[in-house]
């Protein structure tokens, strides 16, 4: 079936950067929608940002827009989160995740595969 894995989460200072990584693997990359999903202790899964099968549109949570920036190489099977000027409110552990269609959506229903989650820490 379909698996997605997460990769480049780490421990970073307030203001730095990090890039992560989802690794498609299973079956060929479909055109569906891809997005990244946070979850912070005692919160609630939140939506980050979502991309569709062509890269032209995206959209973002109010909270990283201008910090954050999702694209996506097809030719890889694989999705990226650039992570700049981080915060330590973006703390969370980040998941990737597949939709169910080809639009961009920030439903957290929406989305089918899910990868296991990718913890990234930022300290004060």
């Known amino acids: 079936q379909v698996q997605l894995v997460e990769s480049g989460g780490g421990l970073v200072q307030a203001g730095g950067s990090l890039r992560l990584s989802c690794a498609a693997s299973g079956r060929t990359f479909s055109i569906d929608a891809m997005g990244w999903f946070r979850q912070a202790p005692g919160k609630e899964r939140e939506f980050v940002a979502a991309i569709n099968w062509s890269g032209v549109s995206t959209d973002y949570a109010d909270s990283v827009k201008g910090r954050f920036t999702i694209s996506r190489n097809n030719a890889k099977n694989t999705v990226y989160l650039q992570m700049n000027s981080l915060k330590p409110d973006d703390t969370a552990v980040y998941y990737c995740?597949?939709?169910?269609?080809?639009?961009?959506?920030?439903?957290?229903?929406?989305?089918?595969?899910w990868g296991q989650g990718t913890q990234v820490t930022v300290s004060s």
């Open positions: 995740a597949r939709a169910k269609f080809g639009g961009v959506t920030a439903n957290v229903n929406e989305y089918a595969y």
